[in-house]
């Protein structure tokens, strides 16, 4: 089976920051329960997938997390392997120009010119476009969220069931169990 490896390292560092934020933890404060010394530049490209974790520093970073490693392994996993070839978010530009949350305002005025600035982009067809997952992430950037809480708010906003979807990803790109 060939993977993504790019996409696998991005994954396993959104879920090392995702954890460190739900534990409340700088890299800082993370940084100083580690066992072995590492700089916070070194965590920080761990957490942005730029960088390569070996096993063992995995293990240390978990257990410094209060996390069995064998538990964020599994989210990873369940993000990254998945049946099913498709994985792209659809969004309704006009449902986002529309919206109101502030963290979306660098993605609302992206929403705003492109619907301007194409002959037909208020209409329903040219409204909707389909976002890969090197799309998402970057907006997710932008608007200062993790890519998994965007894909959920824009789910939201665009419409879909208000259920909270389940979200693999394939080939880089965020997939819902949901999806038809």
């Given at each position: 089976m060939l993977f993504d490896v790019a996409v696998y390292q991005r994954v396993l560092g959104d879920e090392i920051r995702r954890l460190r934020k739900k534990r409340g933890l700088t890299r800082k404060q993370l940084n100083r329960r580690l066992q072995s010394?590492?700089?916070l530049q070194t965590l920080a490209t761990y957490e942005l997938g730029t960088r390569q974790c070996s096993m063992v520093r995995f293990v240390e970073i978990c257990l410094a997390l209060d996390e069995l490693p064998h538990e964020l392994i599994a989210r990873v996993h369940e993000r990254v392997f998945t049946d099913s070839p498709r994985?792209?978010?659809r969004i309704d530009l006009r449902q986002v120009?529309?919206?109101d949350h502030p963290e979306l305002l660098p993605l609302r005025r992206w929403a705003r010119d492109r619907l301007d600035h194409h002959p037909a982009g208020h209409t329903a067809g040219a409204a909707e476009v389909q976002l890969d997952f090197a799309a998402i992430e970057r907006m997710?950037?932008?608007c200062g969220l993790d890519t998994v809480d965007l894909i959920s708010l824009l789910r939201r906003?665009?419409?879909t069931p208000s259920e909270p979807p389940v979200y693999h990803?394939?080939?880089?790109d965020f997939e819902s169990e949901?999806?038809?």
């Open positions: 010394d590492i700089s994985g792209r978010v120009v529309r919206d997710a950037e932008l906003i665009g419409g990803q394939v080939n880089g949901n999806d038809d």
